[in-house]
């Protein structure tokens, strides 16, 4: 390769790769189709875009459900005590955990329905891009605008 100029490539933000891996999943999602992509697809941008959140002085979505969870679960138990932060978010992430990771012999099957599990982190992932909309000047997306009215049709 002496006496050849090798390409650069030009840096790509996490930013601009969480936005992509949301549009791709709420494709997914509003295709009816893959929801077990859509949901590891949707969990990706969560996380970036919960970190992004975070660094800009705000609670990122997926914080939010997790605390909501917690101080609701004294509801549910006898001594009124909580869940540790850390149950929680076990519980929150299964679903998506249990797409990407096999946890043994036995593990061999995914149990949950994959359009709601999809749905949920979609949603969080969702609340971490608006909330970062205006700081980074983030577009409306066609696939925002058909999840929203989606939803609103659906839920």
């Known amino acids: 390769m002496l006496g050849r100029e090798v390409p650069t490539m030009s840096a790509t933000t996490k930013l601009e790769v969480a936005s992509e891996l949301l549009t791709e999943a709420l494709r997914l999602y509003l295709a009816r189709r893959a929801y077990f992509a859509s949901l590891h697809l949707a969990g990706a941008a969560e996380e970036i875009l ?17 605390d909501v969870a917690v101080l609701f679960s004294r509801l549910f138990r006898a001594d009124g005590s909580e869940h540790s932060s850390r149950d929680m978010a076990d519980l929150i992430n299964d679903a998506k955990n249990s797409t990407k990771h096999k946890r043994g012999k036995g593990d061999n099957d995914v149990n949950f329905d994959p359009r709601a599990e999809a749905f949920d982190v979609l949603d969080r992932a969702i609340d971490n891009y608006y909330r970062l909309q205006s700081k980074f000047n983030l577009p409306e997306t066609e696939e925002l605008i058909r999840f929203n009215n989606d939803r609103k049709v659906n839920r």
């Not at 990122?60 to 997790?66: E, I, M, P, V």
Request: proline residues 0%; positive net charge.
């Open 50 to 66: 919960g970190v992004y959140v975070k660094a800009n002085g705000g609670v990122c979505a997926f914080d939010s459900t997790k």
